[in-house]
């Protein structure tokens, strides 16, 4: 595992550029040769209120590449949630720029799909299969025939194609959350944007939520930014970590990880890398910040 360190000091300029995915699947050897498919670059966020103002994250850099599941790591309050809206779409920064294909994201667009934490992010008076073929029908990407047979495609894949004709009243909470990565995933974003998506579920179901967004992963290869503040999480899930510290969201270093899957847990390896993550995170906290 290779890792850069970077020190928040007051003359922090830019982290180190993003290494190369250190085994590019497939998709990311396709992809063109040296533009990232989403630049972060210098990204500072700010919210306004009549008394103050607020600076949630602070020259925030990183690049996604094609096929990446590159997560932001760090704890409650360090940016991570306003991060994932800038790149949506629904703030500007007040510093630096996002970039998706090499052109300025400033509006939110169905290039880039959020699936949140909260389980009612699903109108409750559509079934399930309504529910995934909304925004397809809504941003006019398909006509109706072909948005119900995408969206049935992309629910058999997260296993429900049998509880297509339900509503979401009737779904466990790891359900919805499967009818959420569905819709999601059948907008065919150009990266699918997950904060805490596996958060508010009990740790068996977040577990198998990991299993399967990895196994829909190595069979659709979408590229993946996801944000929690689980080390654990962050090194089943992610190629790639970027870990934050918070007051304002700074980057303190990016870690390779894409060595780690969920057979590595409990194991020796797995256990140094957490310990490392979190002395990064925390310990040196006072040195730096
Ligand atoms: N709507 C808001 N108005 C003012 N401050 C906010 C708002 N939303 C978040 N913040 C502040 O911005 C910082 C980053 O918040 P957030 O992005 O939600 O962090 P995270 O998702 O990492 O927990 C925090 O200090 C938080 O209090
Ligand atoms: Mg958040």
């Not at 003359?11 to 290494?19: I, L, S, Y």
């Not at 850099?61 to 096929?67: K, M, N, R």
């Not at 297509?164 to 065919?188: C, E, F, N, Y």
Request: glycine share 8%; proline share 7%.
């Amino acid at each position: 595992m290779t890792t850069t360190t970077l020190r928040a000091g007051p003359a922090f300029a830019r982290p180190v550029p993003a290494p190369q995915p250190a085994a590019p699947g497939p998709a990311a050897e396709a992809a063109a040769v040296g533009e990232p498919l989403l630049q972060v670059d210098g990204v500072s966020l700010e919210y306004r209120t009549r008394e103050r103002v607020v600076r949630a994250t602070h020259r925030v850099s990183f690049d996604l590449h094609e096929a990446d599941r590159f997560v932001l790591l760090g704890p409650s309050g360090c940016g991570k949630s306003t991060l994932l809206k800038a790149i949506g779409g629904f703030i500007r920064p007040v510093e630096g720029e996002i970039r998706l294909d090499g052109r300025g994201v400033s509006a939110p667009g169905p290039d880039r799909i959020v699936v949140f934490q909260e389980f009612d992010q699903l109108p409750p008076w559509k079934t399930v299969h309504q529910n995934v073929m909304f925004p397809l029908l809504a941003s006019r990407s398909l006509g109706r025939k072909e948005a119900a047979e995408r969206a049935l495609h992309y629910l058999d894949k997260v296993g429900l194609a049998r509880f297509a004709d339900v509503h979401p009243h009737q779904l466990s909470g790891g359900m919805k959350q499967r009818v959420a990565i569905a819709r999601a995933l059948a907008m065919q974003p150009r990266v699918l944007l997950m904060d805490e998506p596996f958060a508010a579920l009990d740790a068996l179901t977040r577990r198998k939520m990991q299993e399967e967004l990895l196994a829909l992963w190595d069979e659709v290869r979408f590229t993946l930014l996801f944000v929690t503040h689980s080390i654990e999480e962050a090194l089943v899930v992610g190629n790639r970590i970027a870990l934050l510290s918070p007051h304002p969201g700074r980057m303190r270093a990016e870690i390779n990880s894409h060595g780690f899957t969920l057979g590595s847990l409990g194991g020796s390896e797995f256990q140094a890398a957490s310990q490392r993550i979190h002395r990064m995170l925390f310990e040196e906290e006072g040195a730096g910040a």
